[in-house]
């Protein structure tokens, strides 16, 4: 938030006391807090909690139960067997990537003739397309398997079909009314399907996909020990999309994304090796935060800034020395990145409150310029949501005259029904319930974003403008024990659906004053009272706070607990969200 630190910028939504949480915390053996924590995430009885906080593998849903992945299994086998050309078309972003170089990867472990086309983000855009299926099918490729894209490219998939291809089509993206006339679609949901579960990013259904072809090459529903130590160091790469897609981390994603991230550290893959070691992580205890802010940027700046397809060498082909020349390369698009990224940022929300867009009666925001870089949009976009509480879509122009957008949204407006309803406007567009992408003619952005902030202003009530802070509980400091923060931290990886748990302290007494922190002061850092009690905490990018506290005494706070282990000493520590005085 820019300007002077304001209390009251959040509605804080407090979840009432749940009187089953001594119950549940006697019968599993968990701290009551904890147990609150879970009621919450509607996880009830020990068996459940065990489960929660200590996923196992078995976990995951048999890949029977995922449409059509038998069948695309089957033909992807035959395809090895009688030597024909495979290409994987992946999306550009870490979910695509990631779930382009589990396919490539099982395919090369069996000698198969399989290449991978990853379109260019700015060239081509999202999804399959016409030129490149021609490009592919010249290839002589016989089979076009896509991963993370396609349940929406009807017209690619039949020119693919008359051009002599065979197409598999794995995704997990919203459905059309019309699928596809492909040979198989390995969807969650497509058709009316009811895989448990619906959730699962595109690396997942890669994953699963990988599983039934070594099923169906081993001949038998147990694989070989050379496939099942592929597939365990496989979960690893879907753990990265699955973070990264920030798709619900409950149920099946859970699994993988925390065995995947125990594994990380250790996989022999030379490419993910250097990855890590050129993020400075190596003999680090991976978490959702490294891959999400340190390693996933990394991968997507391939696709943002360049090209991705040096993202799935790095993931699959790269030996030790490759591994570290692309991975250093990667770092520095993902600076450059950055760069372009905070100019934007400026430069949108600059425009914003310029045009009123921040106007109580202004319920979405629409921005678009021909100077802007299509592959940071979608960030931008992100940090204007967070600082303005509303569904914001960007629009990169290009030199042709056509606009690449990238929305995200609030909760409680679906983006992609929202852009469905203005479709009229736009050429192309897709997305799900929180982001979307969209492609437009310059001439009509305006009709295209009064057509949105109509239906904004139709589906946003006020309330819904003042970003809500969901607390999970109220506690004290102390409460929050190094035992009870370590049960807590038995919950992650947190991300969608299983957000870090946030906590309410009421009546905070102020034992120092407080100070800027950081090379450029961003951070707050100070010393809170309660009963006797004291505990430190930090407010990241909350430096303005510092100013704003002088002379008060007393103060709530919303914080989410953490174990800070530094020098060999562990300690509890809050990480403030919000403070109210």
């Known amino acids: 938030m820019a300007g002077a630190w304001t209390p009251n910028s959040k509605r804080w939504i407090i979840a009432p006391p749940d009187a089953r949480a001594e119950g549940l915390a006697r019968a599993a053996g968990i701290h009551p807090l904890v147990a609150s924590l879970l009621l919450g995430r509607g996880v009830d009885g020990a068996e459940a909690a065990k489960a929660f906080l200590q996923p196992k593998l078995s976990d995951l849903h048999d890949p029977d139960l995922l449409p059509a992945s038998r069948a695309a299994a089957e033909r992807v086998s035959r395809a090895v067997a009688e030597g024909e050309k495979i290409v994987i078309y992946g999306d550009y972003d870490v979910d695509g990537i990631t779930g382009t170089a589990i396919l490539h990867a099982v395919l090369k472990m069996v000698n198969a003739d399989v290449g991978f086309y990853v379109p260019h983000r700015l060239e081509e855009g999202y999804g399959l397309n016409g030129q490149a299926v021609r490009t592919i099918a010249e290839s002589g490729a016989k089979l076009m398997v896509t991963v993370d894209c396609g349940i929406s490219a ?93 798709v619900p981390l409950v149920g099946e994603n859970r699994a993988i994304a925390m065995h995947g991230l125990r594994g990380l550290p250790h996989v022999k893959r030379p490419g993910i090796r250097a990855l890590i070691e050129s993020a400075g992580l190596t003999g680090e205890r991976l978490d959702a935060y490294h891959v999400g802010f340190v390693l996933a940027p990394r991968i997507n700046a391939a696709g943002r800034m360049g090209h991705a397809r040096l993202a799935v060498e790095l993931l699959t082909s790269a030996d030790a020395q490759r591994g570290a020349e692309i991975a250093g390369y990667l770092a520095q698009q993902n600076t450059d990145r950055q760069k372009v990224e905070r100019a934007i940022a400026e430069q949108a929300a600059a425009m914003v409150i310029e045009r009123g867009l921040d106007r109580p009666d202004r319920r979405a925001i629409v921005l678009c310029s021909e100077k802007w870089h299509s592959g940071v949009i979608g960030i931008v976009a992100s940090r204007l949501v967070r600082r303005f509480g509303r569904p914001t879509i960007l629009i990169a122009i290009n030199g042709d005259g056509v606009g690449q957008g990238s929305g995200r949204s609030i909760r409680g407006f679906h983006m992609r029904d929202a852009l469905a309803a203005c479709g009229e406007h736009l050429l192309s567009f897709g997305g799900h319930a929180m982001a979307g992408g969209l492609r437009v003619e310059a001439g009509k952005v305006d009709a295209f974003a009064e057509a949105l902030l109509a239906r904004a202003a139709a589906e946003i009530s006020e309330q819904q403008l003042t970003p809500a802070l969901h607390i999970d509980a109220e506690t004290s400091i102390a409460a929050l024990t190094h035992a009870a923060v370590l049960d807590i931290e038995h919950m992650a990886p947190f991300g969608q659906g299983n957000p870090a748990p946030v906590v309410m302290l009421r009546g905070c007494e102020l034992l120092n004053e407080p100070k800027r922190m950081g090379r450029t002061g961003t951070t707050v850092g100070l010393y809170l009272g309660q009963n006797g009690r004291s505990m430190r905490a930090v407010g990241f990018g909350m430096g303005e706070l510092a100013d704003a506290l002088r002379g008060v005494n007393r103060v709530d706070v919303a914080a989410e607990p953490n174990l800070n282990r530094f020098n060999g000493r562990t300690s509890v520590e809050l990480r403030l969200k919000d403070v109210r005085w």
């Open 154 to 246: 009807v017209a690619p998939v039949a020119e693919a079909r008359s051009l002599g291809m065979d197409v598999i089509i794995t995704d997990h993206h919203t459905p059309g009314d019309e699928l596809p006339e492909a040979n198989a679609i390995v969807h969650p949901t497509a058709g009316g399907a009811a895989y448990p579960n619906p959730d699962i990013a595109g690396a997942g259904v890669a994953l699963k996909l990988a599983w039934q072809v070594a099923r169906v090459l081993c001949g038998a529903h147990r694989v070989d020990e050379p496939m099942r130590e592929f597939l365990l160091e496989a979960t690893c790469m879907a753990a990265l999309g699955t973070i990264a897609d920030v």
